[in-house]
């Protein structure tokens, strides 16, 4: 076994998700398109390896990350057996389209529970701690996806069950069911949300609040928009900023008024004596009830420049007010 970091756990945050006994550290590491897709398997496992040392413990996959789908899962997979299993958590999710047929994605029990064991194959585990719903059904009953959540942490499959992009509503109706039922409760939540995407906050956070739900917010950094590579506000639409998650706001927003906000964001973070990236990390964990900010990398300078984002979380009102009139003005 290789060794780590002896103090990686003194220079982290953890933080409790929800009303849970599960902490994770302030900041995760996400396999989304760069592991198993752009990036080879070195630059995985330095990442990896530098994220760990620096007391991240969370780890985030699906089973369609990579390129071909899964191949994140089998790449990292052979990376992750390197760290010590019980000191770290590893979660997988299952909803987006895997294979030909009705049956190869969405919520439907069939598709989570072969989804669920697929994944623990390609990553040579006997357990995920947290499996998620990737996305919700319109066409399958709440009872159906989150019976079969219920049955992979039954069978130890999974420690944890979770939901992610479900809207409030979504969330609260899924919390009642699995109360109703007296199934494994749902412990996290995975939205989308950063400095330009801020639905949550008026949406879910109310009831993931009221229900004692952990959330990790995914692309904290909106694709990139929310780093140096953009302050000119001229975004490539090929992109993933462009054709990804925070393509609404691209679309919504000319040139000039992208580059007043994203500049204006950035003049915020530099007096804060920190990048733009730092700044909207430490932004969203403001909130007491997120519990971790999922972050990409590809470099570990990126690893540790977004860990090197706790050193400053805290913002003042003034702050608070003039990110408010940059994020909120219309198109």
Same mark, same amino acid.
């Given at each position: 076994?290789?060794?780590?970091?002896?103090?990686?756990?003194?220079?982290?945050?953890?933080?409790?998700?929800?009303?849970?006994?599960?902490?994770?550290?302030?900041?995760?590491?996400?396999?989304?398109?760069?592991?198993?897709?752009?990036?080879?398997?070195?630059? %995985?496992?330095?990442?990896?390896?530098?994220?760990?040392?620096?007391?991240?413990?969370?780890?985030?996959?699906?089973?369609?990350?990579?390129?071909?789908?899964?191949?994140?899962?089998?790449?990292?997979?052979?990376?992750?057996?390197? @760290?010590?299993?019980?000191?770290?958590?590893?979660?997988?999710?299952?909803?987006?389209?895997? +294979?030909?047929?009705?049956? &190869?994605? +969405?919520?439907?029990?069939?598709?989570?529970? %072969?989804?669920?064991?697929?994944?623990?194959?390609?990553?040579? !585990?006997?357990?995920?701690?947290?499996?998620?719903?990737?996305?919700?059904?319109?066409?399958?009953?709440?009872?159906? =996806?989150?019976?079969?959540?219920? =049955?992979? !942490?039954?069978? &130890?499959?999974?420690?944890?069950?979770?939901?992610?992009?479900?809207?409030?509503?979504?969330?609260?109706?899924?919390?009642?069911?699995?109360?109703?039922?007296?199934?494994?409760?749902?412990?996290?939540?995975?939205?989308?949300?950063?400095?330009?995407?801020? =639905?949550?906050?008026?949406?879910?956070?109310?009831?993931?609040?009221?229900?004692?739900?952990?959330?990790?917010?995914?692309?904290?950094?909106?694709?990139?928009? @929310? =780093?140096?590579?953009?302050?000119?506000?001229?975004?490539?639409?090929?992109?993933?900023?462009?054709?990804?998650?925070?393509?609404?706001? !691209?679309?919504?927003?000319?040139?000039?008024?992208?580059?007043?906000? @994203?500049? &204006?964001?950035?003049?915020?973070?530099?007096?804060?004596?920190?990048? @733009?990236?730092?700044?909207?990390?430490?932004?969203?964990?403001?909130?007491? &009830?997120?519990?971790?900010?999922?972050?990409? %990398?590809?470099?570990?300078?990126?690893?540790?420049?977004?860990?090197?984002?706790?050193?400053?979380?805290?913002?003042? %009102?003034?702050?608070?007010?003039?990110?408010?009139?940059?994020?909120?003005?219309?198109?």
């Amino acid at each position: 076994m290789r060794e780590f970091n002896s103090s990686r756990y003194d220079q982290m945050t953890y933080r409790r998700c929800g009303h849970s006994g599960l902490m994770l550290p302030a900041v995760s590491l996400g396999a989304w398109e760069t592991f198993g897709g752009y990036k080879d398997q070195q630059a %995985a496992r330095d990442c990896f390896f530098r994220a760990f040392d620096l007391g991240i413990t969370h780890f985030d996959f699906a089973n369609n990350y990579g390129k071909p789908p899964g191949n994140a899962e089998k790449i990292c997979g052979e990376i992750l057996k390197e @760290l010590p299993r019980d000191e770290i958590i590893l979660s997988s999710k299952a909803g987006y389209r895997m +294979w030909p047929g009705p049956y &190869g994605e +969405w919520g439907s029990r069939k598709y989570l529970i %072969a989804s669920c064991d697929q994944s623990l194959k390609r990553m040579g !585990v006997d357990y995920f701690d947290i499996f998620y719903s990737h996305r919700p059904d319109p066409d399958t009953p709440l009872e159906e =996806t989150l019976g079969a959540l219920n =049955t992979l !942490v039954q069978q &130890g499959k999974a420690l944890y069950a979770g939901v992610s992009s479900y809207s409030g509503a979504q969330f609260s109706d899924s919390v009642r069911t699995v109360q109703q039922h007296d199934w494994a409760p749902i412990t996290i939540h995975q939205p989308y949300y950063n400095l330009l995407g801020r =639905t949550i906050e008026w949406d879910l956070l109310p009831q993931t609040e009221r229900y004692g739900t952990g959330v990790i917010a995914f692309c904290p950094l909106a694709s990139g928009l @929310l =780093t140096d590579k953009f302050l000119n506000g001229e975004i490539d639409p090929t992109s993933r900023a462009a054709t990804i998650w925070p393509r609404e706001w !691209v679309r919504s927003h000319k040139v000039e008024q992208r580059r007043r906000i @994203l500049s &204006g964001l950035n003049d915020i973070a530099k007096a804060r004596s920190q990048t @733009l990236a730092q700044m909207a990390i430490a932004w969203i964990l403001r909130f007491p &009830g997120i519990t971790s900010a999922l972050a990409g %990398a590809s470099r570990i300078e990126q690893v540790e420049q977004n860990v090197a984002a706790l050193k400053n979380l805290e913002f003042s %009102a003034e702050e608070l007010k003039k990110i408010d009139v940059l994020t909120f003005e219309r198109a």
